[in-house]
């Protein structure tokens, strides 16, 4: 069983930036994908950021890329998101998800195919 505990969400200005947090009760396996995934009001949720747990392989959606950075701490089992050059459309809810088991990296755009999922930190972005 794994928890995961997301923190760092707040208020920031167009430009800004905030740092996002998850932290990962459980054993988290070497095949291990972490992502972070976002869900703005009236729109479905989106893929953010992908983190390959063993070597630190990364996938960023086309909206993100340049500005935000995931990376992770194996020895605190934790995971990070950078969120630079903060724009008003990057408002949204942000979750951290964990896929364990096989073919992880493979399935790491799949949403659903996530095993467990932290409850969520707000990021508000004014412009």
């Known amino acids: 069983q794994v928890q995961l505990v997301e923190s760092g969400g707040g208020l920031a200005q167009a430009g800004g930036s905030l740092r996002l947090s998850c932290a990962a009760s459980?054993?988290?396996?070497?095949?291990?994908?972490m992502g972070w995934f976002r869900h703005a009001p009236g729109k479905d949720r989106e893929f953010v950021a992908a983190?390959?747990?063993?070597?630190?392989?990364?996938d960023y959606a086309d909206s993100v890329k340049g500005r935000f950075t995931i990376s992770r701490d194996n020895v605190k089992n934790s995971v990070y998101l950078q969120m630079n050059s903060l724009k008003p459309e990057d408002t949204a809810v942000y979750s951290c998800?964990?896929?364990?088991?096989?073919?992880?990296?493979?399935?790491?755009?799949?949403?659903?195919?996530?095993?467990?999922w932290g409850q969520g930190t707000q990021v508000t972005v004014s412009s």
């Open positions: 983190i390959r747990w063993s070597v630190g392989t990364t």
């Open positions: 459980g054993r988290i396996f070497s095949s291990a994908t």
């Open positions: 998800a964990a896929r364990l088991g096989v073919a992880t990296w493979y399935y790491r755009l799949s949403q659903h195919l996530y095993d467990y």
